[in-house]
């Protein structure tokens, strides 16, 4: 099995010799069919040019640029672009994690797994923040991963499946989960960062991801069947809108005539036709996402970098 790893630097230039270095000593002791890809996400810092000054000692490991910074999900897919490998491992360039855990992973992997997640043992100086994470993730989507925010080694195909929104590479495990994918977890050593300083701190970070949650969940869930979630919903505010319209005509029979329950009617009656045609436009929009796609990729024999227009 070759595995490709894709090891994305933003302004990650404190670490590149001793990440270079890492990847050089797990070869020598681990002669293995492995892919090293190195995508610079538009560093100001320099890390570019010290990854090109570098170039010629490791010449096997590819090394791509943005023009720009386009954010980790793009460098992923650029690292994905130019791989080769039957499974695609994530790697961070600050090296709080070894290649060693990385190839135990990658052999409970060929034990019949499609996707195996690290479960970190170690100081993590963001622990609040991912606990609250991890336990909205397993309660939304019942995952059998405890830490969904670690790093992870998946068969190809896994990849090629998620749809490629800026952020969602965090919900891989549950995508992967909703497919069917086999998955399970191992213990891994999270180290304290080589250089620089972490790009994932701030409270705020809680709710971007509570969001993507759930829009995540909702794309699982309700998108595969829109007229049955707003179908459902437009009957309920229908018969809501008929029974206030009945309770509105009773009262005024008995000379009790009471005008905002014909507004309330009104309004229930519009929100079922709104409901109604955005189950409508739903099921317009998910034939055309399930309509066969074309997943070939082009493929680039030699290059040392690339530059990615904005």
Do not use: C
Request: glycine share 8%.
């Amino acid at each position: 099995m070759k595995v490709s790893v894709i090891i994305p630097a933003y302004n990650e230039k404190d670490n590149i010799k001793e990440l270079l270095r890492h990847i050089d000593r797990f070869k020598q002791k681990n002669p293995s069919d492995w892919e090293f890809i190195i995508v610079d996400d538009g560093s100001i810092d320099g890390t570019f040019e010290l990854l090109e000054k570098l170039y010629p000692e490791y010449p096997y490991v590819k090394i791509v640029k943005h023009r720009r910074n386009f954010g980790l999900t793009e460098a992923l897919l650029s690292g994905f672009e130019y791989s080769e490998g039957d499974a695609l491992v994530f790697f961070p360039a600050d090296l709080q994690f070894r290649l060693e855990d990385v190839k135990r992973m990658a052999e409970k992997l060929q034990e019949g797994y499609d996707l195996v997640a690290g479960k970190k043992k170690g100081k993590y100086e963001k622990k609040f923040v991912s606990s609250i994470y991890n336990a909205l993730s397993r309660k939304i989507f019942r995952v059998p991963i405890s830490d969904m925010n670690s790093i992870k080694i998946m068969r190809r195909e896994i990849f090629e499946l998620i749809p490629h929104r800026r952020g969602w590479h965090r919900y891989i495990v549950p995508i992967a989960n909703e497919y069917g994918y086999k998955m399970t977890e191992i213990d891994v050593t999270l180290y304290p960062r080589v250089g620089g300083k972490s790009k994932f701190k701030g409270p705020w970070r809680i709710v971007v991801g509570t969001m993507d949650l759930l829009a995540v969940k909702f794309q699982l869930s309700f998108i595969k069947s829109p007229m049955l979630f707003f179908g459902t919903w437009s009957l309920i505010t229908g018969i809501s809108g008929v029974i206030v319209f009945l309770i509105a005509i009773v009262l005024r029979i008995m000379g009790h005539g009471y005008r905002p329950l014909l507004y309330a009617t009104i309004l229930l009656l519009v929100w079922a036709l709104i409901l109604l045609s955005m189950g409508s436009l739903g099921e317009m929009i998910a034939n055309l996402r399930d309509k066969p796609k074309d997943l070939s990729k082009h493929k680039i024999e030699k290059f040392k970098y690339k530059k990615k227009g904005d």
